[in-house]
C-alpha cells in the first residue's frame, strides 16, 4: 500500500496542514508567476507557468532559487492532458496529475507515476461555479472552490479563493488529513491546476 511519504520531494518538506497560493504576476514574456507559503507567510517554493506549442512545463524552486522539482505536460492538450511531477534532484517520477475535461465540474486525479493508482481527486464544487468561470465574461475572477478526497473517497482537505482581480488568483488550501494524501504533490497541483484552468 502506498503511503504519502514515498512522494515527498528530497529537497524540500511540506510538514504543515495548511498553505497560502498565490499568482503573484506575470514574467516579461507575460508567463503567470505562483508562490506557495506556509502558515508562518514564508515562501516555500515559486514557480512560473512556461507555455510552450506541445510540452508546456513548471519548474518549481525554493525561496533560494533552487530547482526542486518539475512538472511537464506529458500530452499535446494542455487543457484535458496528463502532468509529470519529477523530483529534479534525483530525477524520481513521483506523480501524475491527470486532468478529466468536463463543461461541468473540473476533476483532477493525482496518480502514482509507476502504477497510476489513484492517491487523490481534487473537484469542483458544483456546477455554477465551473460554469461561471468558463462561460462569464468576467469569470476568470470568480475563485477555485475544490473539495480534495483520497483514494477510498474520503474528504481530506479543500481548496477556498477568493475573487481575483485582474486574475491574480489567491487562495488556501487546507488538508485535514495529511496522512492519506501526499502533501507536496496537492500543493503544487493546486498551482498547475489554477494556470492550466486559467489558460
Request: with cysteine; charged share 25%.
Amino acid at each position: 500500500m502506498a503511503t504519502s511519504q514515498q512522494y515527498e520531494l528530497s529537497r524540500i518538506e511540506l510538514s504543515g496542514s495548511q498553505y497560502t497560493v498565490e499568482q503573484t504576476g506575470r514574467d516579461k514574456n507575460f508567463r503567470p508567476e505562483y508562490e506557495a507559503r506556509d502558515v508562518a507567510g514564508d515562501t516555500v517554493f515559486r514557480t512560473t507557468y512556461q507555455m510552450y506549442e506541445e510540452k508546456d512545463e513548471f519548474p518549481f524552486v525554493d525561496a533560494d532559487g533552487t530547482e526542486i522539482c518539475r512538472v511537464t505536460a506529458i500530452g499535446t492538450w494542455d487543457i484535458a492532458g496528463d502532468y509529470l511531477l519529477t523530483d529534479s534532484h534525483t530525477d524520481e517520477e513521483l506523480v501524475i496529475l491527470e486532468n478529466d475535461l468536463s463543461l461541468l465540474q473540473d476533476t483532477w486525479r493525482i496518480r502514482d507515476a509507476d502504477d497510476g493508482s489513484l492517491l487523490a481527486e481534487i473537484n469542483s464544487r458544483g456546477a455554477v461555479y465551473t460554469l461561471g468561470r468558463k462561460l462569464l465574461p468576467a469569470g476568470q475572477g470568480i475563485a477555485h472552490k475544490y473539495n480534495i478526497t483520497d483514494a477510498d473517497g474520503d474528504l481530506v482537505g479543500s481548496i477556498e479563493g477568493e475573487f481575483a482581480f485582474f486574475g491574480f488568483d489567491q487562495y488556501e488550501i487546507t488538508l485535514t488529513d495529511t496522512s492519506s494524501i501526499p502533501t507536496e504533490p496537492m500543493v503544487i497541483g493546486a498551482i498547475v491546476i489554477d494556470a492550466i484552468q486559467g489558460s
